[in-house]
């Protein structure tokens, strides 16, 4: 108990004396503005409703601090209140994709999917070439029974970040059991790389079309890799 109390002592006067520093340096606003990051950094490491709220009242128009207190509410699954803040970040700073996708995330869990959509769509086009907002919205549609509208974002979001394909493609294969043809057609593999995933894929879990099989025999590949894939198959 006496450590903790000196702890507290010691963090109340540091962040006093922090405080004091950002006042003479950069003028009061400029040290609200600090102080308030300070306590939102503070509330998201250790999980902290009470910092989220004294960043809030420190600033009110600090959309980190809001997304801060929305991402404690994620984590306690009050998907209500976590929503209200994290359209009060958008308020102050609707151009931030990562907002959209969070209140999206929480529209959906609150059993709103008409607006979850929507803002996995606004995430889209404020980030289009980035992987995360088509996958949630893929996720979404999936979710809601719509995997040939779904496929189209989860292969979307592989081909921005082509680690996913391996997980798009397990979900094509639940969506789609057996049926090589409807898996190739929902990730649709551009790349070499991507067939080359694909490839491999299939090889693993006994699938095979004509596609896959042409592109094994190609000249897309090298002489080796024709040879390891040869190796896999037999």
Known sequence: TNMSSKYSFWQTHLVALVYIMLVAYVGIAGAVQGLSNYYADSAISYGSSADADLAISLQPGNPNAYKTRGLINLRNRDF??????????????????????????????????????????????????????????????????????????????????????????????????????????????????????????????????????????SDELTEAERNEFIGLLI
């Not at 209140?103 to 979850?116: P, T, V």
């Open 80 to 217: 209500t209140t976590a929503a209200n803040d994290f359209e009060h970040a958008i308020a102050f700073r609707d151009s931030d994709y990562n907002l959209w996708l969070l209140l999206g995330y929480a529209r959906s869990e609150l059993g709103d999917k008409l607006a979850a959509r929507d803002c996995f769509q606004r995430a889209i086009l404020l980030a289009p070439r980035y992987s995360q907002p088509n996958f949630d919205m893929g996720m979404l549609l999936l979710n809601e029974s719509q995997p040939e509208l779904a496929f189209e974002f989860l292969s979307t979001a592989a081909e921005y970040d082509p680690e996913l394909y391996p997980s798009v493609l397990d979900l094509a294969r639940n969506s789609f059991p057996n049926n090589a043809e409807a898996i190739e057609n929902s990730v649709r593999p551009r790349s070499i790389d991507a067939k080359k995933i694909t490839a491999r894929y299939f090889i693993k879990h006994g699938l095979m079309t004509e596609n896959v099989k042409a592109f094994l025999f």
